[in-house]
């Protein structure tokens, strides 16, 4: 997955550790990728 989207394993525990956030391409990226809707991926979490 990380060669295929051309970022690091790094970069992808990071992502699903909640402490980075990716780049808007990079997001979009993701969910075509995983074949999944953006916003299941993605969410803004309003306590934050």
Known sequence: ???????????????????YNPSLELALKLAKYLDVPFEQLFYLDEKE
Do not use: V
């Open 1 to 19: 997955m990380a060669e295929d989207l051309q970022i690091t394993r790094q970069t992808i525990n990071a992502i699903e550790k909640n402490k």
